[in-house]
């Protein structure tokens, strides 16, 4: 066997450290890859494997052009890959022995700091977990971004906040992805895992790491001293990006404390059922609350107001503030449309600095930047004088960083190429020296029609003429028909059909002179450039907080803009708990359709504190119960809402559940899954949350449905009392605002023409008392026959199901019943206990019982019924 060759010896050192990512080896003018990798890289991106050495020693290799890496690398990272960029660390012409090689930067899902894999409107989080029995701690970067954040919470609400802030890739210790159990919720969020070591977790490890990375002696500063597991993943992140990035991190240059408590809380099933930022079946922005409300013109702007909407406020000084702004340039349309125009000119600042402090910039970059900056001093102008509070200070708060517009400006010329390499970014003017170059560069042209003009005088050859070309540099081109007349000192180097061509050691040394020229521009513009990225960089925390400004000015005019457009009105936000809506439409449907019919909502806190909606299929019952959970929380984000008037007070939480054959089926038993998280409502909701349950109970049969539907309604009343909307088919379940005060029936609407039935869509008070599914079927093309037969079904059914009072077969739980529906009791359904005691009872021999026993059993059949 031929001996490993050294450059083989060193891939595979390098490739030991960097066992989970594809190794990118630059080899001259190409980055390789080998052995799995390069098979992997060959089926991903379909490019030739082929083999290094033969026999034997084959080695399967395959390798992509370095200048188009990139698009490589993208499609690598899309696929679920890490890539590790190995790059020649010296010139290969100087190397003595095999050239040196290291690893510059691993690119992982997580880790994105290019546009070209970045979503302009999207947050890329890296995010780590550090779980520690009942507490767990999250902290999360956007490092093309440089916000990073951490935050405590109890270990029940990761899946919550792990559908908030859709992580692209989560580090977690490595005891824990072995452990199982921690990770399911991962893979079901399309998160990549990465494993890192138990130490890199340790408290004292992750408290160091992050003291170092901000140079400051304790996190007092940052308001995150107190912290406590989410200490020891914030110190993962930082160590995870400087084993990755190998640049500098400066530009995170804070942490922040966020706390959940702050906002409401969304849980995953709720933002997914409300169609918050993406539809529930094909996961697109259209259709999607973000569809309607994102009109923002920057990019900064658009990954905020996802935020506001997955993290609505609930104090409502804090609402207030925000809906001043959105009101003043509501009714302000002409400075509105200024505004809006003004930031259209604005760059993605916050991601170009970013770019700039990773010296990842080119001068494309500066340029955006400097045209974005110039924007500002007329924008802060306008806002100033603004008369909310919130406008104010945000005008007061913007800094136009004049010195980073003025230094790009006098440095850069308006059009620079993509590349930093090949020069012609500089000004002219900027640098002596560089501007010495270029002159003798471009007299080169000039000395050049002398030097020609001169030979021609000399030789007397009309037709001589200087050339260049890439071989042999600058020459002198006689034709054929001049021969004999060449002078002694020109000395051939090439021959033609017709012509010579001739150099001279004159020729040649002003060659070497004017090449040498260019080479050196361009080293130097290089250089000028990396000072230049360095200096603006210095200026990147007053960088970071424009943007902050910019992205809140455009969410403010977002909003305003959007209810300009299409006709919203202001909610009063409250203290209290009450929830009045008039002529409330959907968001989206009520874009997407013409004839939205308008609904209300009545629930002043007290008197009515739940509904239950009613209606056959296809009334408009999940649309209504929704409308109303997005309107809250539009109006907690601080924006208009699609209503003529509304009162409401803040909600602490929001519940929204779906019964299960609204959902797409998953591999647990649907009608589990829909228990469970009914389970969750029931043990988390407080009286300020807003509950919103769509035919819960019906991934079962019909009693079990009605039965829990039943129950949970009760539940909810009796121990929660938190303001509730419940939309069901069981017309049944309006019975319940017989027997609970503060229940209130709704059913929409559906009036009967004949055989046909017309769905007003409009919300009305009172039970359905009806149901029109067979209507429905008949809309739907379901033959006749089986319509007629199903009729027949029907009315047997009903006239079973119905008690002599003609009230349908279901009680009260046992101390309600004295109220209103009376009836006689099928205990069978709701009392398996009572039906014990009844039991023993029947059982009693009373004759042979003393009177101590009559009481003493009486005691023991009360005790079961109280247990
Ligand atoms: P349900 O839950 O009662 O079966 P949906 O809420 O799913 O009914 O509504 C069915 C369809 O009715 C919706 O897709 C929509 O097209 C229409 N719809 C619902 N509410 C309204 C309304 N207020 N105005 C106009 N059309 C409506
Ligand atoms: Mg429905």
Known sequence: MIPVTPMMRQYKDIKKKHGDALLFFRVGDFYEMFYDDAKTASKVLGITLTSRSKGDNAVPMAGVPHHSAHTYIHRLIKAGYKVAICDQMEDPEEAKGVVERDVTRIITPGTLTDDLLLKDKDNNYLLAIFANGESAGLSWVDLSTGKFQAQDIPTTQLIDEFARLRPSECLLSEEMVTSKGEQPFASALNAMITPLPGWVFARDTAYQTLKEHFGTASLEGFGCESLGPSINAAGAVIHYLKETQRTSLKHISKIERFSNQDYVILD???????????????????????????????????????????????????????????????????????????????????????????????????VSLKQSLAVLPKLKEKICTCASVILKSLGENLDPVEEVR????????????????????????????????????????????????????????????????????????????????????????????????????????????VLTADERAKELEYDIFGRLREEVSSHTKRLQKTAEVIATLDVISTLAHVAAENGYGMPEITDGLELNIIDGRHPVLDKIMDNFVPNDVAIDGAQTMMVVITGPNMAGKSTYIRQVALLVLMAQMGSFIPAKQATIGVVDRIFTRVGASDELASGQSTFMVEMNETANILNNATNRS??????????????????????????????????????????????????????????????????????????????????????????????????????????????????????????????????????????????????????????????????????????????????
């Open 268 to 366: 995953r099933t709720t933002q997914q059922c409300l169609e918050l930022l993406e539809t529930m079946r094909t996961h697109e922005k259209d259709g999607s609350l973000l569809g309607v409300l994102d009109q923002t013109l920057t990019s900064m702007g658009g990954r905020l107001l996802k935020q506001w909407i997955i993290s609505p406020l609930k104090i409502p000084e804090e609402i207030r503030y925000r809906q001043d702004g959105v009101r003043e340039l509501f009714k302000d349309s002409i400075l509105r449309n200024e505004l809006r125009e003004m930031l259209k000119g604005v760059y993605d600042i916050e991601r170009i600095s970013t770019k700039v402090s990773c010296a990842r910039a080119n001068a494309r970059d500066l």
């Open 406 to 513: 003025i230094l790009i400006g006098t440095a850069i010329v308006p059009d620079p190429p993509h590349t930093i390499k090949d020069g012609g970014m500089i000004r002219e003017g900027y640098d002596q020296d560089l501007d010495e170059l270029h002159h003798i560069r471009k007299s080169g042209k000039n000395w050049i029609a002398n030097f020609q003009a001169e030979e021609i005088k000399r030789t007397g050859i009309n037709s001589l003429k200087v050339g260049y070309n890439r071989v042999f540099g600058y020459y002198i081109e006689i034709t054929n028909t001049y021969k004999d007349n060449i002078p002694q000192t020109y000395i051939r180097k090439q021959t033609l059909k017709n012509a010579e061509r001739y150099i001279t050691p004159e020729l040649k040394d002003y060659e070497t002179k």
């Open 690 to 867: 807003l509950i919103v349950l769509d035919e819960v109970g019906r991934g079962t049969s019909t009693f079990d449905g009605l039965s829990i539907a039943w129950a949970i309604t009760e539940y909810i009343y009796e121990h929660i009392k938190a303001r509730t909307l419940f939309a069901t088919h069981y017309h049944e379940l309006t019975e319940i605002e017989l027997l609970l005060p503060c229940i209130k029936n709704y059913n929409i609407a559906v009036k009967e023409w004949g055989d046909e039935i017309i769905f007003l869509r409009k919300i009305v008070e009172g039970g359905a008392d009806k149901s029109y599914g067979i209507h429905v079927a008949r809309l739907a093309g379901i033959p006749r026959e089986v319509l007629d037969r199903a009729k027949t079904l029907l009315a047997n059914l009903e006239a079973n199901s119905l008690d002599i009072n003609n009230k349908p077969k279901f009680v009260p739980s046992e101390d309600k019943k004295t109220s209103a529906s009376g009836g006689p009791a099928q205990l069978s359904i709701f009392a398996p206990k009572e039906e014990g005691v009844l039991q023993s009872i029947k059982e009693l021999d009373i004759p042979t019982l003393t009177p101590l026993d009559a009481l003493n059993k009486l005691n023991e059949l009360k005790k079961k019924l109280s247990t």
